[in-house]
């Protein structure tokens, strides 16, 4: 994932690996097997269980009515929710590193507080936020609304951290030439700025998309479980696990895992696009 | 990217030690030559430890210590299953057990003594808010427009399968249908706002301020008001026994089963009902004989009234007098089938599944 979003395409690619030292041989080795162990086992395990069910057991797993809402409901509001992050996010690094204001720091410290926090103490917080005793009378709480809130919260820092640093390292004297050309403010930013940060938004996208679609806990409080309302797609996991059905709830995690995939190719594919445009 | 560096230590400790703070309670392994690993699910964990500390002033006790783990019942028993190092198992639902007898963790005679496998009961009552305001006094009020009812999911619950049961029998045991009592389901799950995946979770909802009815354990009210945290209850005309389970594996360590008699004893059941339980009465279910334990009605705190902390339930509903059992055979598939993999649709998955397509 890291190879297929984080190299710029702009870099040029080494040849392939005929011409491996020896360090750089071990280097790839000790990389393969730590990758193995703690990624590659784990989801070979989950799709070999999937499996065991066989194809119609996990079709019917799959479509089954309210597994089906769940998925949908989970992987439109991770969309939806990753889409504002591209625009948000972009919009507050872009605060953090170019403006000067006072509290500035303060602010800095305060974005990675939804990482910091063990959800379930996010959902509870959101909880007396939104729900019944909401100071702020809005009574979200158990609707479908809560579980993309949720997911905003805990998404938040994903494109703001990656794009963040890239901005920082941008020198600004190719803007400048830019304008001294005279391109417009927009131009600039289209064909200058944006194509620097394409693979850093799309990575940032990447994760937070990633994060919503498995997110469980800061949901366990907030969204109510109702099917066909709030139910996500980690609570049909539980259930398939809690009724002994192993095969079932590795077939949600395998159909989740292969939307995740075709996302993150998605975003590599229109990061491509932008950066080229440079 | 280095000056974020520091941010990102100072976060992660924040969370760290906001980590540790929500785990802690384990005993630790004690240095007697005989350790019983207990394995059980989040409420009885007040009790067992004062039995504990009980047990260890006895003959069989002296010298043994304690590993303990508690959560979701579900979660230890498989937990259990995949390696979990257990002598005495205490969950909140018999299949729980089942699943390590399947495993051939657990004898299978474990159910088969004159508790019938039980170590501890409850019954299931509705938790409503201060004053009552929705004048809530049975199940009939439940299915009434307008209110709003929090329950753990018996889907991913196991122990939210009494709440369900007790819903059930309100009307297929009072002379209703099981046509009715399907209706009546539907109804119930219709004006549930909250589905949680354990009762902690619906009681931090609950109190939380979601919904105006809890589906609640008595002994977790009972608990929830020592630690200051209490609501109000209402027990219905007709409720179902909650029966616990406790089993000792085929390979635990030498003092457990004196453990397992010291807790169906005398002295272990004081201590269930000083937290809120009802006793293991296998002659009269449900009801409590304070002269037998050595205790007044008054040892009880946390109880709406201390002159009848647990006060007789005039139908109440046991597994093994009205649902086939002991054990849930007989009720399981037909209310909680998923109608997946062969087992079929239950009545209470259908109402759950239902509730939602008539509201979304």
């Not at chain 1, 939804?114 to 379930?120: E, G, K, Y």
């Not at chain 1, 394409?198 to 994760?207: E, N, R, V």
Request: aromatic share 8%; with cysteine.
């Amino acid at each position: 994932m890291a190879e297929l979003i984080g190299t710029r395409p702009a870099a040029s690619r080494p040849a392939l690996a005929h011409n491996l030292t020896r360090t750089s041989g071990i280097g790839l080795g000790l990389t393969m097997l730590w990758f193995s162990l703690l990624v590659l086992l784990p989801l070979a395990a989950v799709i070999v269980t999937a499996s065991q069910a066989g194809w119609s057991g996990f079709w019917s797993t799959i479509t089954n009515d309210q597994t089906a809402a769940s998925i949908r409901l989970t992987v439109l509001a991770a969309v939806v929710v990753t889409a504002l992050n591209v625009f948000t996010g972009t919009a507050i690094a872009w605060v953090l590193v170019r403006d000067h204001f006072p509290g500035k720091g303060l602010l800095e410290l305060i974005i990675d507080v939804p990482f910091a926090l063990p959800t379930i103490v996010a959902g509870l917080v959101l909880l007396s936020l939104y729900g019944n005793e909401s100071p702020l009378g809005l009574h979200w709480a158990n609707t479908q609304w809560s579980v993309y809130l949720a997911f905003l919260f805990v998404t938040l820092p994903f494109v703001v951290r990656t794009v963040q640093p890239v901005l920082e390292e941008l020198e600004s004297d190719v803007e400048e030439a830019a304008a001294s050309l005279g391109a417009s403010r927009v131009t600039t930013f289209r064909r200058i700025i944006l194509p620097s940060l394409a693979p850093a938004i799309a990575a940032g996208a990447a994760l937070s998309f990633a994060r919503a679609v498995g997110e469980y806990g800061s949901l366990v409080l907030l969204s109510g479980n109702l099917p066909f309302e709030s139910e996500v797609s980690s609570v049909r996991i539980l259930s398939a696990i809690e009724h002994d059905n192993p095969g079932g709830a590795a077939s949600i995690a395998t159909l989740l895992l292969l939307i995740s995939l075709a996302v993150i190719l998605l975003l590599d594919l229109i990061q491509r696009r932008v950066a080229r445009r440079g | 990217m280095r000056k974020n560096a520091g941010r990102w230590g100072v976060a992660g400790l924040v969370g760290l030690g906001l980590v540790l703070a929500g785990c802690g309670g384990a005993d630790g392994a004690a240095s007697g030559d005989e350790t019983i690993s207990i394995v059980g699910y989040a409420v009885p964990e007040a009790a067992n430890k004062a039995i504990a500390a009980e047990f260890t002033q006895t003959p069989e006790g002296d010298g043994v210590g304690f590993r303990t783990s508690y959560g979701a019942s579900g979660d230890q028993s498989r937990a259990v299953v995949e390696g979990l190092d257990a002598d005495y198992v205490h969950l909140s639902v018999g299949s729980d057990v089942d699943r390590l007898e399947e495993e051939g963790l657990v004898d299978p005679s474990w159910d088969q003594g004159e508790n019938k496998g039980i170590v501890s009961t409850s019954i299931v009552v509705l938790a409503v808010r201060d004053g009552n305001p929705k004048n809530i006094q049975g199940w009939d009020d439940l299915i009434k427009p307008g209110v709003e009812i929090v329950t753990p999911n018996p889907a991913s619950s196991g122990s939210a399968r009494w709440n369900a049961l007790a819903a059930w029998g309100h009307i297929v045991k009072n002379g209703g249908t099981e046509a009715e009592g399907t209706a009546y389901l539907d109804k119930l799950f219709a004006n549930v706002v909250s589905l949680t995946n354990s009762g902690r979770d619906a009681t931090t909802a609950f109190l939380d301020g979601t919904g105006d009815v809890l589906l609640a354990y008595e002994n977790e009210a009972i608990l929830a008001a020592q630690n200051d945290e209490g609501f109000e209850y209402v027990i219905p005309e007709t409720t179902v026994l909650i029966e616990n389970p406790g089993a000792v594996l085929k390979d635990a360590s030498a003092p457990s089963q004196d453990w397992l008699d010291f807790v169906l004893g005398t002295e272990g059941q004081k201590q269930f009902a000083l937290t809120g339980f009802r006793p293991v009465n296998t002659a009269e279910p449900g009801v409590v004989d304070f002269e037998a334990l050595g205790l007044e009605p008054a040892d009880i705190e946390g109880a709406p009234d201390p002159e009848d902390p647990f006060p007789a339930v005039p139908h109440l509903l046991t597994l093994e007098k009205d649902f086939g059992g002991p054990g849930w055979d007989a009720v399981k598939d037909e209310l909680f089938g998923t109608g997946e993999d062969g087992e079929p649709l239950g009545i209470v998955t259908e109402s759950i599944a239902k509730s939602g397509k008539a509201t979304g």
